[in-house]
């Protein structure tokens, strides 16, 4: 049985724990905020950017630019893994990399090689011995702008035109709801085939969509925005990955304090009994002691 | 008096400007163009420069792109840019700085590498670009 005092002091080391999980969740729900906004203030752009590039890519045609041409023959492929660089965060990471062995498994005979975002996942790709091209540390939850996309952007595409790199993927986690987020695995290099505008119902309620003037030409124009669109996509997953951290910390640090405060109920349960049972056993020897005397 | 258009600049971090005006002038890549009300369905790539444009009120406007394309529609204007600033909202200082830095970047790298050259050519540019904005702005 534990002593009174040892009960004592692992309450006020639980109560302490339970101050730095609550202080972590309320930061976090304050960035997760921040991150929402920001993704909420990207969203015209993309928006916009989608349906200009579609309405391009239907009205291109045949001219194909070497961002979209699969390698008949794939053998190095190149993944943009995108975790946090602080753990504390649930499964998140976790997720994340299983996301990435999964992609890998059975794949043999390929050369990986890997961009990281964040700490987390670089420590992964060091401890799997695999090669790192580039690692970005301090960009996922926290502040960053466009130009970090587009700077890794251009390297991925420069790699992927040079021939280093045959395809290149994408793993980042999405942020569906607060209680959500799900890893998801996208390809970036070659573009998969365009989403080409004007087949939903909802672009039949805008006809002004069917033909612009093109300066430079619609091909010209398409090849300038293709690696855009890369730089968009990068820029978005960043986004979602930085707002799902947040989220999931929050999550893990709702739980953890919620644990904390389980652990306090119990562990107070037992400081009580035992404190009961030490006054019980010193009234007995009292009331025993008295009784011996009177006899 | 003609007709408004609606004209939008929006970039990966927020709208700069989104408001009724008469007309906008922008800087494409194979030349300036100036958009009007129903104006014929438009796509053009934009270089580094100024999107001016007349707001509701008569009053000349400058916001600063850089690059990035522009969509015209007729009720419509959209430009879409890697960054852009209203001629306000130029930290004059920071260009001044930027400008100094790429020249004196400039001055070394000649000789050495391509890229770097380029980057700070670039550089350059951009806040050059950003004091001409600033230079018309109204004291």
Redesign the interface.
Known sequence: MATLKDVKMKIGAVKKTKQITKAMNMVAASRLRGAQT?ME??R???T??AE?LGS?AERSGEEVSPLLVERDEVKKIHVVLCTSDRGLCGGFNTNLITKAEAFLKGKTGLEFSFTNFGKKGRAWCRKKGKTIADDYIGVVGGRF??NTA?KAGRKLISGFLDGNYDEVWIIYSEFVSVARQTPVLAKLLPIPPLEKAGKDAEDKSRP?????????S?AE?LN??LPRNVY?QI?RSLLETSTSEHAARMAAMDNATKACNDMIGSLTLAYNKARQAAITAELMDIVGGAEALKG | MAGMIRL?I??????VVNEDVQIVVAP???GEFGVLAGH??????LKLGTVRYTDAKGTERAVFVNGG?A?A??DKV?V?A??AERRRDIDLERAKSALERAQRRLAMEKKKEEVDYTRARAALERAMHRLKVASTRRQ
Do not use: N, Q, W
């Open positions: 920001t203030s990207f015209p752009y993309a916009k950017f200009v391009l702008e466009f587009l002004y969509m069917a033909e612009h003037i093109c300066e430079p619609s124009l300038d925005m968009v820029y | 939008e929006v970039t990966p971090t927020r709208s494409g890549t194979l014929t369905p438009f796509l053009t790539t394309f969509e529609l007729p959209t879409l890697e960054s």
